[in-house]
């Protein structure tokens, strides 16, 4: 185990081992095949997980199923004090938790520790709605009769992701305990530590509480593991974060046994910059969308598109920023760059660029790996240079504009009315996030009405990512479906019945009919 990971563990109170158990389903266990958690800073070894076994996955699902037989007739508010707990265990390792993130999956220190605010965020909107909840009631025709929708507990839920940001979990985490149902997650098998720490901290709260561990279950293994409980009836809800591809596999697995699903795909984000645009706002948030999380979230600007009239002027002052960025250690307060995530993610961001080389584009910034010479201090070769590039081609259904390339590129290109850039932005697959800058209220009306943008997050003046937890997040076409965290989010983590309740001593058919006999 890597010093540095332990001295973050063992202030977060959690001993660590040399081989880490990562099932846990009120017990801590962990019989299958031995991961390698990664920096992906330097490269070294941070723990050896071991994973789960296909005996421990039929145990964890059976023990889940128990648990929720218990926590669905734990009264709601009640579950909403037990998150109120969870909340106060969280914001109290903020910064540790935080730093993990920072090790794990390579954030920089202000992102990681704030995906821990996003946490304590959502835990604090679930108690919240732990007692608004409520079901309705519906005039019936008949006399004597009352109808009533009620939501109860649906069962369990596996969150399942495929990408880093292993926090994503809390949004739908929170909202399902707060539901009454059992929750297994099963993390990207490269952020097991962080998936490790906050199930221990989340465990302790039950355990306080006398509440089943299996309340909130974690799985760590390969896709596999993740494939057998995808399939299982024993599982009422999949919550998927990751690729569209797999997305799809997901999809479709459950819907063939009429399972509920939410999908939160690809993004193809875009930035529109119309010439009234406030340039002193817009280009910080723009760069902050393509740059955050190395480009690696679902929510980054991947395609900046500019008004003819500032184009040139904005791209200046773009590749100035761009320019006084340098890599860092994630955990470094300076740093604004980390590595990406992985090897894979190195190759990702290579292929593209090479593919914008081939094609002619013209590369204002980035478009290469960084040098050993421009890494100091250990850091290893997962760090890339954010790219700004022009490419040649401003046709919106070449491959070039239609697929996310999960790296920090971003590609531009010149529009001559809003109606054009519209068009661009709605002509991909993806429909996650969006924004508008402008200060036009004409501009705005059109952005958001029937005719605008087609994504499931539109904004006006504020950047593509950084979504704050009351709305509902989510995208629309082939991002996939379903909302989570706020607004209506809830609703689709409980099991809704029609429940018509007649108190009259006739018992009166709908519609009028006769049936008498
Ligand atoms: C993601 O990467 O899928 O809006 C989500 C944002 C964050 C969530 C990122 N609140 O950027």
Avoid at 78 to 100: C, D, N, P, V, W
Avoid at 103 to 111: A, D, N, S, Y
Avoid at 212 to 223: H, I, K, M, R
Wanted: proline share 5%; hydrophobic share 40%; aromatic share 6%.
């Amino acid at each position: 185990l890597s010093s540095r990971a332990a001295n973050i563990m063992s202030a977060l109170d959690i001993p660590l081992s040399t081989d880490v158990c990562g099932v846990y389903d009120g017990e801590w266990k962990g019989a299958g095949p031995v991961v390698e958690s990664v920096c992906p800073t330097t490269g070294e070894v941070l723990a050896r997980v071991k994973t789960a076994s296909p005996a421990e996955l039929h145990a964890a699902l059976a023990k889940a199923r128990e648990a929720y037989a218990f926590f669905r007739n734990v009264p709601a508010p009640r579950r909403g004090e037990i998150l109120r707990q969870i909340r106060e265990a969280l914001a109290a390792k903020r910064t540790e938790l935080g730093a993990l993130i920072s090790l794990e999956m390579g954030k920089i220190k202000t992102e990681g520790i704030g995906e821990v605010q996003e946490f304590v965020d959502i835990c604090d909107y679930a108690v919240g709605l732990s007692r608004m909840m409520n079901g309705r009631v519906v005039a019936s025709e008949r006399p004597g009769h009352s109808i009533l929708e009620v939501p109860n507990p649906l069962g369990v839920h596996l969150a399942l992701l495929f990408i880093k940001h292993f926090l994503l979990v809390s949004r739908n985490l929170a909202l399902s305990l707060a539901a009454g149902n059992a929750t297994i997650w099963k993390p990207s098998p490269t952020t097991s530590l962080c998936s490790i720490a906050v199930t221990t901290i989340i465990a302790r709260v039950l355990e306080q509480n006398r509440i089943p561990g299996a309340v909130a279950g974690l799985v760590t293994g390969d896709q596999h593991a993740g494939a057998a409980i995808v399939e299982s009836s024993d599982v009422e809800l999949i919550s998927f974060t990751g690729s569209e591809r797999t997305g799809r596999i997901v999809g479709k697995t459950v819907q063939m046994r009429f399972g509920k699903v939410i999908l939160e795909l690809g993004g193809n984000n875009t930035a529109i910059v119309m010439p009234d645009a406030d340039l002193a706002m817009a280009v910080p948030s723009i760069f902050f969308g393509a740059i955050g999380t190395a480009g690696q979230r679902c929510t980054s600007t991947r395609r900046l598109y500019l008004h003819r009239k500032i184009a040139d002027e904005f791209l200046d002052r773009l590749q100035k920023v761009y320019s006084a960025l340098k890599p860092g250690d994630p955990l470094d307060n300076a740093t604004l760059l980390g590595p990406v995530h992985s090897a894979a993610a190195v190759g990702i961001y290579e292929k593209a660029v090479q593919h914008l080389r081939d094609t002619d584009a013209q590369i204002l910034a980035g478009g290469a790996r960084y040098t050993a010479a421009d890494l100091s201090g250990g850091l290893n070769g997962y760090f890339v240079q954010p790219t700004l590039a022009v490419p040649k081609s401003i046709n919106p259904s070449d491959a070039l504009w239609q697929t996310e390339c999960f790296a920090p590129i971003l590609n531009c290109a010149v529009f001559e009315d809003l109606q054009e850039a519209i068009r661009w932005n709605n002509a991909v697959p993806q429909g996650l996030s969006s924004s508008l800058w402008t200060r036009d209220v004409r501009n705005v009306g059109t952005w958001i009405g029937p005719s605008g943008s087609d994504t499931g997050i539109v904004n006006v003046n504020v950047g593509t990512s950084g979504a704050e937890i009351g709305a509902a997040f989510g995208g629309n076409k082939s991002t996939g479906w379903g909302r989570e965290s706020g607004g209506d989010a809830w609703k689709q983590y409980v099991r809704w019945s029609a429940c018509t309740i007649n108190f009259s001593d006739a018992a009166p058919l709908a519609q009028g009919v006769d049936f008498s006999v």
